[in-house]
């Protein structure tokens, strides 16, 4: 899956998720392309787990998106958080879905949970498109 910023800004409800992950201002280039590592629901608002201009994964609203290439790799998995107030649904690849510290890891900015994404992302397909 592709996606090609659309705005590099978000407003109303998808302002909590963007608060959650950075803390900051958006590290995305209107115009440009992103291969998706993941996707989740967070806080109500779709989000989609991307390598953003600074060569961080970093989660960010669909809002903010267009699809590129809509098809999502064969390899990717499901987890439902009915118990979560934030996190209620999440699509990816396996590390992701199954290592419950993984998620954390990659906001935590982790070495290990890096390489892991970046791996990833390499074998998705799309990562050098």
């Not at 280039?29 to 779709?46: C, D, F, H, K, N």
């Not at 996190?87 to 949970?113: K, M, P």
Request: net charge negative; aromatic share 12%.
């Amino acid at each position: 899956m592709e996606v090609t910023c659309v705005k590099e800004h978000v407003d109303g409800k998808s302002e909590i998720s963007m608060e959650y992950n950075y803390g900051g201002a958006p590290e995305v280039t209107a115009g440009l392309s992103y291969p998706v590592a993941g996707m989740s629901i967070y806080a109500g608002v779709a989000m989609v787990l991307i390598r953003d201009d600074a060569q961080l994964p970093g989660w960010y609203p669909m809002e903010m998106f267009d699809v590129r290439d809509p098809r999502m790799p064969s390899h990717w998995l499901f987890a439902k958080y009915p118990g979560s107030e934030y996190l209620q649904a999440l699509w990816g690849y396996e590390e992701l879905i199954n290592d419950e510290f993984h998620y954390d890891a990659l906001l935590e900015r982790d070495n290990g949970a890096l390489v892991i994404f970046s791996n990833r992302l390499r074998g998705s397909g799309v990562a050098d498109a």
